[in-house]
């Protein structure tokens, strides 16, 4: 399941580095929302055109094409890093202490590599669209536009660099609790019970009001 959590900060090296990298997933996050809101706009422009002008917008499927991966992928790193994704707590949620940051580096550590491996599947599918030497530098496009395919792969290894790093820090950190027996290590997600769930969306509404 996917939990609120909460992603507690020093003055250590490791948190330093957790901070800064949240800045540039904060921008990603935010790409990617301008990404959904261009593609509802669009959608609008499609829809009015087709029932007023009976012109629906041309090329409507090719921008959904090209907006995909920034809409569904640039945003992963910084759900990632907020503890948003959806995963099976069951057995994980009854554990306490090392036992539990055992159990996050290894999971932690399955998911770095499948990223790597991903990483690396996504870049030579992007390097198979580009050439600098084809019009648009792109081997292949959109049907009906002919927009280049090439910037939309490259979103993909993009982003999923930016969640290898991520998990590289994430694991540093569960690596750091479990050697040193921490109960709240900084730079990974700490899932909140009920009530501090609570508290920190009431926080964060008076927060926003004020």
Request: net charge neutral.
């Amino acid at each position: 399941m996917a939990g609120a959590s909460a992603v507690l900060a020093d003055d250590s090296t490791l948190s330093r580095l957790d901070r800064a990298l949240e800045r540039l997933e904060r921008v990603f996050a935010f790409l990617s929302g301008l990404g959904a809101f261009a593609l509802m706009v669009l959608a609008v422009i499609s829809v009015v055109g087709r029932n007023f002008f009976n012109a629906p917008l041309r090329g409507y499927v090719d921008w959904i094409e090209m907006a995909m991966p920034l809409i569904a992928i640039l945003g992963i790193s910084y759900v990632q890093r907020q503890g948003g994704h959806i995963r099976m707590d069951i057995l994980v949620g009854q554990l306490k202490g090392r036992p539990l940051w055992l159990a996050e580096c290894i999971t932690t550590l399955a998911i770095l590599l499948l990223m790597a491996a991903l990483v690396w599947g996504s870049w030579a599918h992007f390097d198979r669209s580009f050439d600098l030497t084809k019009p648009m530098w792109s081997r292949d496009s959109t049907i009906d536009l002919g927009l280049p395919l090439w910037p939309a792969k490259l979103i993909v290894p993009v982003a999923f660099s930016v969640m290898c790093l991520r998990l590289v820090l994430q694991l540093w950190g569960y690596l750091r609790a479990l050697v040193l027996g921490l109960e709240n290590p900084v730079a990974v997600p700490l899932v909140q019970s009920v009530a501090e769930q609570a508290a920190a969306e009431a926080d964060h509404i008076q927060g926003h009001d004020a």
